[in-house]
């Protein structure tokens, strides 16, 4: 458990502070939401959402450099949420996740080799596959970052990145 | 880098080459949020009717007598009596099954997938949280009363502005320890984290939740030890594996609280607290010490309950197991040794 410095644990998330933090982070926070959910307008709005989260629970933070793995933590929480409310018939589960897999409108309109088909696949992997391939791929995280991201041992990253991209392979060879 | 990495990396550039992002872009987008952020003080009371408009319940249908007569050519007085309206309740069909009473809601309840979790006690508290912290340090309470089919939640804490400020909820009791809401008043944004216009709740104590009691800790899988305190954090609910028989109204369960700031709950019964103290985490043995406070209200200060060789796994689900290798206080909540973790804000599982 960390100890929060004085100055900082007092600090007020002020403004030109937020807004530093907004304009380091949120073009690339919005190029990973776009790559999990086909559709710039969701993921401006699941990006959004993270930083007025990220506002509200500032004062939780153990260190300013925990701001940016909140925030991509934050955003893939909110994408799966959105993949999840796409699914219009499901079986109650609580505690796990749902069939996720849904179509972005983006996605039906991509050819095989068109540009974005690869990433169209991706969103078709399991849950944890393919957020390792975002950490991994798009915020280009090393095992290590995505493992403390997403709080999970370097094994399980590794053997999630090399599951996803078989996966992945077998996707294109069949499509 | 393999052909499929190359690829990957390739199409994920060309994806992400096309979110451009200009100035304009970003001002706007800065201006969405700071709006969002604000709207607790500038915008709430207007907030506050239009989505009290937009989650009306009922709607008034006229009946078709008076329909005939409104705006009609003929130019024919409306009837003295135009006929009765009906009243469309869009809500009907999903709030089904009891109203709420004081004891059929008394528990923890949390939103079916989703992060926030709610006490309602029966002495008219009630507490709200979505990061955690329900029992250290919840991001709302107030107090709550029952007309109808109505609940109005008063905060009392929480952020400065919204003390005093109401928000109100329909709810039924649409099976055994399944409470659906809809929301006919919504919290004014940034005071309460239960944004959803309507959802489901799950009883998580008393365990009545037909999922929630059944769910099971799988034995095999990728169990890793923990990769730090952190990933501790939360509330976390023991297997079932005591349930109360269902002619006493069923339920069980128990919840333990590993908060940031030290500090241990463990809840149990309808969410009342068993046991609260110190919590420390040993991450070179994946030891797991809770130590009891002086105002436990069941063990003795500094009885230890020790849970060594904490292991997690991640299913999508985040599941944590441990063997109880000393249990001084002897009660019989500690002797739980799997859980499965309520999801909160940030969790991975969440």
Not at chain 1, 60 to 81: G, T
Not at chain 2, 46 to 66: D, E, F, N
Request: negative net charge; aromatic residues 6%; proline residues 5%.
């Amino acid at each position: 458990m960390g100890t929060r410095p004085a100055e900082w644990r007092d600090a007020a998330m002020d403004a030109e502070h937020f807004d530093v933090l907004f304009r380091r982070h949120y073009a690339a926070l919005l190029r990973l939401g776009v790559v999990m959910l086909g559709s710039r307008e969701a993921a401006e709005d699941a990006v959004q959402d993270a930083f007025v989260a990220l506002h509200r629970h500032w004062s939780s933070l153990d260190d300013p450099e925990a701001a940016e793995a909140y925030l991509r933590s934050a955003v893939l929480n909110r994408c799966r949420s959105w993949v999840r409310r796409q699914v219009t018939q499901r079986t109650p589960r609580p505690l796990m996740l749902v069939h996720e897999h849904q179509e972005s409108p983006e996605d039906t309109m991509v050819g095989r080799d068109e540009v974005g088909s690869v990433v169209a696949l991706m969103r078709t992997l399991a849950r944890r596959q393919r957020e390792v391939l975002a950490c991994r791929y798009v915020l280009e995280l090393s095992v290590a970052e995505t493992g403390r991201l997403l709080q999970i041992s370097e094994g399980s990253v590794k053997a999630h990145t090399h599951r996803g991209l078989q996966a992945l392979q077998q996707r294109i060879e069949m499509s | 880098m393999s052909s499929i990495e190359e690829r990957l990396a390739t199409d994920i550039a060309a994806v992400t080459g096309r979110v451009v992002v200009g100035e304009s872009d970003a001002r706007y987008a800065r201006d969405a949020v700071q709006e969002r952020i604000d709207s607790r003080r500038t915008r709430g009371p207007r907030h506050t009717v239009a989505a009290a408009a937009a989650a009306a319940a009922v709607i008034p249908v006229l009946g078709v007598a008076a329909f005939q007569t409104l705006g009609g050519d003929d130019g024919a007085a409306p009837p003295a009596n135009p006929g009765p309206t009906t009243e469309v309740d869009v809500h009907g069909d999903f709030l089904v099954g009891a109203r709420p009473t004081a004891q059929l809601i008394n528990g923890v309840w949390r939103v079916d997938n989703g992060v926030v979790l709610m006490l309602f006690s029966e002495d008219g508290r009630m507490r709200l949280d979505d990061s955690g912290m329900l029992f250290s340090n919840p991001a709302v309470t107030g107090t709550y009363e029952i007309d109808g089919d109505l609940i109005t939640v008063t905060m009392d804490r929480g952020p400065a502005t919204c003390t005093g400020r109401q928000f109100t909820m329909r709810a039924s009791l649409s099976a055994a320890g399944e409470m659906r809401f809809v929301h006919t008043q919504p919290a004014v944004e940034g005071c309460s984290p239960l944004w959803q216009l309507r959802g489901v709740l799950e009883q998580v104590l008393p365990t009545k939740n037909k999922y929630l009691s059944g769910f099971k800790v799988p034995a095999k899988g990728d169990w890793q030890p923990p990769v730090g305190p952190t990933s501790l954090h939360g509330d976390w609910m023991a297997e079932v594996t005591d349930p109360m028989p269902a002619e006493d109204g069923g339920g069980g369960g128990r919840v333990l609280e590993v908060a940031p700031d030290g500090r241990y709950t463990v809840a149990a019964g309808s969410g009342a607290v068993v046991d609260r103290g110190r919590w420390t985490f040993d991450s070179s043995a994946s030891r797991l010490s809770l130590s009891s406070a002086g105002d436990s209200p069941t063990c003795d200060q500094g009885d230890h309950l020790l849970l060594s060789g904490v292991e997690q796994l991640i299913t999508g689900t985040i599941l944590m197991r441990a063997t109880v290798s000393q249990n001084a206080c002897g009660e019989d909540w500690a002797s739980s040794n799997e859980w499965f973790l309520l999801p909160h804000e940030g969790s991975r599982s969440g």
